[in-house]
């Protein structure tokens, strides 16, 4: 991913936060000659390795669970506040013209050794955390437990684990860092009267930005 420096973001647990509040990721493999790519959610494990790992699974019909190679590195890509930004909120565009629309995002890519894991204990133990952590917001939370036990075996049957172990971490959080200080106030102020929740993220960053710069 093209990042210049004054974009990247190196904090582990900034990182590592992104990845859990944004955990629907995009999985991306080398499938014999060509590239897939699936849509998953994963579960962030610390297990106090250098990065840590990621877990999440695909349908056993998905054939890209057969593709984990030696030595090939596979990559997940988590997709955090995404905003289009208009010149029309920088004081500097009404100065002198000097301004043309972009887009701020913040994204991590995680790369590592990945593989496939079809150990039903595994796979149950999996299902149960991930269905915890997204079923913890609901008033009457719904539990693995909560199915027949054979039809829980059934569902897991068909189903493949994917591991990744993750060896490096590439963040990117482009918040108008190469903009003028009054131009990175216009663009929160702009988000945040927009109110929505995907604005209101974006001019958060923003602003996390403005201050560490201050």
């Given at each position: 991913?093209?990042?210049?420096?004054?974009?990247?973001?190196?904090?582990?647990?900034?990182?590592?936060?992104?990845?859990?509040s944004h955990p629907f990721g995009t999985f991306v493999i080398l499938a014999g000659t060509e590239l897939s790519a699936n849509h998953i959610p994963f579960l962030l494990h610390p297990d106090g390795s250098d990065k840590?790992?990621?877990c999440g699974h695909?349908?056993?019909?998905?054939?890209?669970?057969?593709?984990f190679a030696a030595g090939v590195e596979v990559l997940a890509i988590f997709q955090?506040?995404?905003?289009?930004?208009?010149?029309?909120?920088y004081p500097s565009k009404h100065a002198?013209?000097?301004?043309?629309?972009?887009?701020?995002?913040?994204?991590?890519?995680?790369?590592g050794k990945g593989s496939a894991i079809e150990d039903a204990n595994w796979l149950l133990e999996h299902v149960t955390q991930l269905t915890a952590v997204h079923?913890?917001?609901?008033?009457?939370?719904?539990?693995?437990?909560?199915?027949?036990?054979d039809y829980t075996q059934q569902m897991i049957s068909g189903i493949v684990g994917i591991e990744i172990r993750i060896s490096r971490l590439q963040g990117k959080w482009k918040v108008g860092q190469n903009r003028k200080h009054?131009?990175?106030?216009?663009?929160?102020?702009?988000?945040?009267?927009?109110?929505?929740?995907?604005?209101?993220?974006?001019a958060g960053l923003v602003m996390e930005r403005v201050k560490s710069a201050s």
């Open positions: 991913m093209y990042s210049p420096q004054q974009f990247e973001e190196t904090r582990l647990s900034v990182l590592h936060d992104l990845i859990r840590g790992r990621i695909v349908s056993r019909a998905n054939p890209v669970w057969k593709y955090g506040p995404e905003s289009y930004i208009t010149p029309s909120w002198d013209g000097k301004a043309v629309p972009t887009w701020n995002y913040a994204v991590v890519h995680a790369y079923e913890a917001g609901q008033a009457l939370p719904w539990q693995v437990s909560d199915a027949p036990k009054a131009d990175r106030l216009g663009v929160a102020a702009g988000l945040e009267s927009q109110a929505t929740d995907r604005s209101r993220a974006m």
